[in-house]
């Protein structure tokens, strides 16, 4: 346990001195931008969340047999059957994703509201996008057509769930975020690279694992990745353009037990 809170504290005080020349002032809140963005993908998860959980709108019935044939030549040569290693790999690398922009945290502490407020609407957009996709289709999971479906997903109903791919939205949409914010926010780091690489990497990772698990076809991981691609780049560009009045007034501060906000009157 020493050992790791020894790594994890020599890492964070070396990617604080490589990051150290921030450029200030990249990104800014607005009561119009935030409240646009912040209560449309609100509206939109809520009424997702309504027809899917409540009204129980566009539910399919199991069918007795299932049609290859059907399928489309460019994801029938994709299938696979269900692995449900390779389904658990998926989720553990788009949890990676989802701790990436902890990388922020060398920010000045100023731009924590900022950036963090980005990242919770850049995921609630993802979020509802890609329910709605799944909402208004209803396509038939890959493992369906193999023998030893999960049969978790049957009794909820997920077999039916396949198009757009969620990991690979969520994916693609943090990988696009991480590699944007950290490039305005460093234009001249070296590092903004690699971060862009190993970001994508992880996002490419999850969405090919999705098919090799028989969760996805190729077309609803494409769908996927277009889907959290838009997310990761127009929600923090929104927030280039707006025209502000520079805030000082809240700080946030985190620590691994704490949040502490303080606001200056």
């Known amino acids: 346990m020493k050992k790791i809170i020894i790594l994890t504290t020599a890492f964070l005080l070396f990617i604080n001195t490589a990051f150290s020349q921030q450029k200030e002032d990249v990104f800014h809140l607005s009561w119009m931008t935030d409240g646009i963005l912040l209560g449309g993908a609100l509206t939109l998860d809520s009424a997702d969340l309504l027809c899917d959980k409540v009204l129980k709108l566009n539910r399919m019935e199991l069918p007795s047999t299932f049609d290859l044939s059907s399928v489309p030549s460019i994801d029938r040569a994709f299938m696979n059957p269900y ?3 390779l389904d658990l790999t998926a989720s553990a690398t788009e949890g990676l994703l989802f701790a990436a922009p902890a990388i922020f945290l060398t920010l000045d502490k100023k731009e924590y509201l900022t950036v963090y407020t980005m990242y919770l609407e850049t995921v609630m957009w993802t979020w509802g996008l890609k329910e709605l996709g799944k909402l ?7 493992y369906m057509y193999y023998d030893n479906p999960p049969s978790k997903a049957i009794a909820d109903g997920d077999w039916s769930n396949s198009f757009p791919s969620g990991h690979t939205s969520f994916a693609f949409s943090l990988a696009g975020f991480t590699t944007y914010v950290f490039a305005k926010y460093y234009p001249d780091s070296a590092w903004k690279y690699p971060v862009a690489g190993l970001s994508y990497t992880l996002a490419f990772t999850v969405g090919a694992l999705r098919m090799a698990s028989g969760n996805h076809f190729l077309t609803d991981v494409l769908t996927g990745a277009a889907i959290g691609s838009l997310c990761g780049f127009v929600v923090p560009w929104l927030h280039t353009i707006t025209p502000h009045k520079k805030n ?5 501060s985190l620590s691994p037990l704490s949040l502490d906000i303080n606001i200056k009157l």
């Open 136 to 142: 208004c289709v209803n396509r038939i999971r890959p």
């Open 83 to 85: 692995s449900k290693g």
């Open 248 to 252: 000082d007034n809240v700080e946030i």
